[in-house]
């Protein structure tokens, strides 16, 4: 009896160390593999002017710093498909494509990432128009493109849920622009996890960047309150 008893235990720990390197041996080799961008969130061509007023030496020839200084995104923070002029955008298994309006305009894109840990992922777009990129708000810089027109960046992604928006810029005298991709890369044995939905928890960064209230103000009937952030 004892001497089965032996055996199998030793059977036993014999397959829980195989099993161990077969994982170890598995997880030393994985790469990560590149996520396409299928479905973004966008909205139709925003017309970009020149103010009524300005300088004789811009003489309307100063789209780019006009673009660039837009914000990343017109209105919410986190746009959601069929409300506030946006809608939804599909590959089609092609790429996006974005119709040439008749003046020159903004459009705006965007789309979410989760990520299940902190890491760096590589975001990269063949886009032919000029384009900024921003990561919850913050503008990032898209390196020039390489030999195969692909312009890539390094992000670096806490975990959870993040926006990545994007403008692009179509001239008056700009060539129709292409189907084109977007793709992620997330760090080796990193998740990430891209969709057009922006529900997403409250996060510590959430609560201390929210407004605070620094004044309350009753009107004399008690009907209105006016709030000082």
Known sequence: MSSHLQISG????KSILALVLVAF?????ASAAIINVENILATEPVSLQLPAFHDDDLGGSD????????????GTDWPQAG????KQLS???????????SETAVRFLAFYVESDRFQKA???TNCTLPMTLSVDGESVTLGEKND????????TLPIGKHQLAM?????????????????????EDAVLKTTTDPTHAVTIQTILEAPRVGQVSISPDGRFTVLRL
């Open 10 to 13: 030793t059977a036993l720990i």
């Open 25 to 29: 041996l598995g997880g030393s080799s």
């Open 63 to 74: 789209m780019d710093k006009l673009f660039k200084a837009l914000p990343p995104l017109p």
């Open 83 to 86: 409300k506030n002029g946006w």
């Open 91 to 101: 590959t089609g298994g092609e790429g996006f494509n974005l119709d040439k309006p």
């Open 122 to 124: 590589t975001f990269s």
């Open 148 to 155: 195969d027109g692909m312009r890539t960046i390094e992000l």
């Open 167 to 187: 403008k692009t810029l179509f001239k008056a005298d700009s060539e129709e622009a292409g189907p084109f991709q977007i793709s992620l890369e997330p760090q």
